[in-house]
């Protein structure tokens, strides 16, 4: 086996963001396990009775720095492993580390006389696992189904999103040093940078979970991360019935609307479920049809066999300049689609987006940022004007109501549920206004909160010839995620 140095960036997690880079002597601080109570230890003990005192969880001792402290001699003792025996992480089976961690971990401990019971030790075996060959605190929320966002707002206040709430989190990094280590491990990989010259970057992590990283001097109290973690199981239909988010008959009709090729426009705030309302009515579509998607960071999980997925690129640190989405619609018209995805409409884009609805790409969906049916219109028409149209209102609005069919309007509550509270049909214009005929809302009960019911406004609709199908198709059948890299 070649004799090479540990992987760069993995010493530099154990050397560099761990404080302990000035000639410290792991070996050298050994002590006997029944060696007396010390400082250190006693440091210890009181971090674990200020837990107990509080009624946490044993976990919770991670937040104790001295824990910090013995992860960190730990790794660095299996570095210096890796390093005499000529090893590169990848080539270690993971038998092999774990045993060589267990004993680290061991050493680090009685170093210091710390005691720590079964599950504490098994905790720290596994941190300074994560350490080595993952993304260290953030690899064990990463791998929480249960976990839909991940929130760095500090190096030791990590905050999840569990079911529509936010809740703080045991995990931490050591400092702001181990935390940018841990930036760099996320965009070296895919040839990015993010510095005090380009401070703020977005990207896709392996599992293709989207990740904002944003650091100083833009960022006053040090980096922060935000993750939004990549579902490898889409939500369907009937999970939404079940979540309560919209009702059988609510997402028979839209299903209908899919089928009949309507153009859906899906309108909301951040976090409102437009993605997952996406993903979920995407699988309606007639699988022999050719899609093709757009998006900034793709999202979109489409189970069709028949997908070309694109996606924006932004300027790169050697100078190559920027693929923006209004670049990549104008080529999709060329790749003879059926429809057109386009994740979200947020620029000149919009122009393009509405052109091919109209010649010739029915059935193509998108996603806006607006507070209500009446609000996306009026922002589509602002972006018309950044896509530099030049024409009066009444032109704008026209071109608008040719183009959209129906208005999905979804709404993330105070509690954190996710519910569609409007669907609406573009109608035509009536004057100078476009006009939207209703066809369900969610009626809240002022009395209970954001408690309310469903109700379905109107029978008829504007485009009753296209929704008279014979039978309403299955949506299609899963197909392997596409998010995976």
């Known amino acids: 086996m070649a004799k090479t140095a540990a992987p760069e960036p993995m010493r530099h997690a154990s050397r560099r963001a761990n404080g302990m880079g000035q000639g410290t002597n792991v070996a050298g601080r050994q002590?006997?396990?029944?060696?007396?109570?010390?400082?250190?230890?006693?440091?210890?003990?009181?971090d674990r009775a200020e837990a107990s005192s509080q009624g946490d969880s044993p976990p919770n001792i991670q937040l104790s720095a001295l824990y910090q402290e013995v992860k960190f001699r730990a790794l660095e003792m299996v570095h210096d492993y890796l390093e005499t025996q000529g090893y590169e992480i990848a080539d270690v089976n993971a038998a092999t580390l774990r045993q060589e961690i267990t004993r680290a971990v061991s050493i680090a401990i009685s170093g210091?006389?710390?005691?720590?019971?079964?599950?504490?030790r098994n905790s720290l075996i596994e941190d300074?696992?994560?350490?080595?060959?993952?993304?260290?605190?953030?690899?064990?929320?990463?791998?929480?189904?249960?976990?839909?966002?991940?929130?760095?707002?500090?190096?030791?206040?990590?905050?999840?999103?569990r079911n529509g709430s936010l809740e703080l989190v045991s995990q931490r990094f050591r400092d702001n040093d181990h935390l940018l280590n841990i930036i760099q491990r996320i965009v070296s990989p895919l040839g990015r940078r993010v510095d005090e010259n380009s401070p703020f970057v977005d990207a896709r992590l392996p599992d293709g979970s989207r990740v904002n990283i944003v650091v100083p001097p833009v960022m006053i109290d040090g980096p922060t991360i935000s993750i939004r973690k990549f579902k490898t199981t889409p939500l369907t239909g009937q999970d939404l019935v079940r979540m309560e988010a919209l009702t059988v008959d609510m997402l028979n009709y839209l299903a209908r609307c899919v089928q009949s090729r309507l153009n859906i426009l899906i309108s909301g705030g951040t976090g409102a479920g437009k993605t997952t309302l996406l993903n979920v009515l995407s699988a309606f579509i007639n699988p022999k049809e050719r899609l093709v998607t757009i998006e900034d960071a793709a999202e979109v999980q489409l189970r069709q066999p028949h997908v070309a997925r694109m996606e924006t690129r932004p300027p790169g640190p050697e100078g190559s300049r920027a693929i923006t989405a209004r670049e990549l619609l104008q080529?999709?018209?060329?790749?003879?689609?059926?429809?057109?995805?386009?994740?979200?409409?947020?620029?000149?884009?919009?122009?393009?987006?509405?052109?091919?609805?109209?010649?010739?790409?029915?059935?193509?969906?998108?996603?806006?940022?607006?507070?209500?049916?009446?609000?996306?219109?009026?922002?589509?028409?602002?972006?018309?004007?950044?896509?530099?149209?030049k024409a009066d209102a009444i032109s704008l609005r026209r071109q608008i109501a040719r183009a959209i069919n129906v208005i999905v309007q979804v709404?993330?509550?105070?509690?954190?549920?996710?519910?569609?509270?409007?669907?609406?049909?573009?109608?035509?214009?009536?004057?100078?206004?476009?006009?939207?005929?209703?066809?369900?809302?969610?009626?809240?009960?002022?009395?209970?909160?954001?408690?309310?019911?469903?109700?379905?406004?109107?029978?008829?609709?504007?485009?009753?010839?296209?929704?008279?199908l014979d039978e309403l198709c299955a949506p299609s059948t899963p197909q392997t995620p596409r998010g995976l890299r």
Request: no cysteine; aromatic share 4%.
């Open 112 to 120: 210091i006389g710390m005691a720590l019971n079964a599950e504490e």
């Open 31 to 46: 002590q006997p396990a029944g060696t007396p109570s010390t400082p250190e230890n006693n440091r210890f003990g009181a």
């Open 331 to 389: 080529n999709s018209l060329r790749m003879r689609p059926d429809r057109v995805i386009l994740g979200e409409v947020r620029g000149g884009e919009a122009v393009d987006m509405l052109q091919a609805m109209t010649i010739g790409h029915d059935g193509s969906m998108g996603t806006i940022h607006a507070n209500s049916p009446k609000d996306a219109i009026l922002r589509l028409e602002l972006l018309l004007g950044f896509g530099g149209i």
């Open 411 to 468: 709404e993330r509550t105070l509690g954190g549920a996710r519910r569609i509270v409007h669907i609406a049909e573009i109608g035509g214009l009536e004057g100078d206004m476009v006009l939207l005929h209703d066809r369900y809302r969610f009626e809240r009960d002022r009395s209970r909160g954001s408690k309310g019911q469903f109700v379905q406004i109107s029978h008829n609709s504007v485009f009753d010839e296209r929704l008279e």
């Open 128 to 161: 300074v696992r994560f350490e080595l060959t993952g993304l260290g605190p953030l690899e064990p929320l990463l791998a929480d189904p249960s976990v839909d966002d991940i929130l760095v707002n500090q190096h030791d206040r990590i905050y999840v999103e």
